[in-house]
């Protein structure tokens, strides 16, 4: 995985031009590469114009899962950046098509336990798969003696529930990790939206979707099939809604680990770094780092000259 | 630490004998060795009798975080067991004890931030501890925008909080991990009463203090320093408190990867596996076991003949 040291693209427009022309679709990465938080990088808009008008595609990849690709949207729109629904991709969406295409386990026994919020809920929905869990205010309680022993002898576990789903989950309790657990003790399949073990905000970091699942892997011993970045299920959604040659495909993202690494792993032809997020320079001029980018720019905007 | 196989005490009094004259004191780990869930095994009082009538010391050594040392006592005479408090060392106690004699923070950054239920509290206080957190209705409730505002600039933090202590909480929720996460990333040292990633109840688990733990260990890359079994500093706790030879000492228990190896790892005269509890005979004969006990009955009440 480990290459030759990234190609540096700031301030040279010949470059630039002829880094943008190998290129059919542009796969983007949005906090720490678009915007930090609720500040938009000036020159974002201007970019994905640019790139627009040279008759790119354009596909925002979120490993956010709390958020449905409508809300996302609104989340877009609300910082200036036009967008459609389609061009979005965000870990909920990336696992109901998972659940719905890839999986398909054979009904009754295809129902899902969502750890999660309303995105979660939403794309489920729009794939037209049964679940449990999410936001539903009967499982944001205390657990009693009672639930010990409806969970120990199963009469409160549904036992359709073929699929436990493990998002970022604001309302997470021990009612809904005890519920999980029986679930996967009893042979459920375990997916997880994506593993990020922190969710950045407020320039700071609180706790993300994979310190919701770490619990239960720790418990059951086995791990998630996580369908966000860099997991190339993904990566395997995202062409097969859009249908593109990888070769003709780049990803663009602030950090090593998820974005440029689901570039890489998914063998597309480009990967472009950004120094806006969370990695630095540093980060893959180390010897011995483990991924490195093939481009990179100070900033998106570097881009449009 | 692999030895030979053990012996089997069972049906032999001669040996059952020589064992018993060999220690002053024995360490009990008691759910699974002296009882199970509500259950109490026939004959544990009468053993326990025995062993006081030849003049050993008891002592009783759990992992159960959420209870003090007085709320355990009462569990063992809920059960039928004969016990004084002094007799009992559980990991709250332990984790307490840790803070006060062994890390000795001076103050006023001395302050604990608190993952669990009220045994941890009741503790701490008993050693005159300040601690903020654990069942502080303050901290049950969802996360707010201005919680993450206030978390990231440290304005709703406690300044003199230099230990985050993570035990089993009934109660955990993202704003409580939120507040711990924040302490740790600012320096507070990292403690867990436990780190067994279950709670065997009702014939089944449910999520134990180590799957507490787990998130803010996956967070921070830091392991915390764990009091409870296996962990010698829950063993050098226990010796500090009774003052005794280990090498006439001997551990009871049910459980080959905390109990057995508490023993070993203590370099304790003996240890003794019962078959009543978790771990089977099948574990310490296969090849490459890396823990086995120096002795074996099939259950505690085969040491009274």
Known sequence: MVGQLPKYLTGDPAAINEFIDQFDIFLFDCDGVLWSGDHLFPGTVETLELLRSRGKKIVFVTNNSTKSRADYQKKLTSLGIPSTVDEIFASAYSSAIYISRILRLPAPKNKVFVLGENGIETELKSEGIEFIGGTDPAYRRDITPEDYKGLADGSLLDENIGVVLAGLDFHINYLKYSHAYQYLARGAKFLATNIDSTLPSNHTFFPGAGSISI???????????????????????????????????????????????????????????VLTGVSRKEDWEAEGASVRPAYYVEKLSDLKG
Chains 1, 2 share one sequence.
């Open 215 to 273: 619990p239960l892997i720790h418990m059951t011993k086995q791990q998630p099939i996580a369908l966000g970045k860099p997991s190339q299920a993904m990566m395997d959604a995202i062409e097969g809604k859009f249908q593109f040659d990888r070769k003709k495909a780049c990803m663009v993202g602030d950090r090593l680990d998820t974005d440029i690494r689901f570039g890489i792993e998914g063998k597309l032809g480009g990967t472009l770094a």
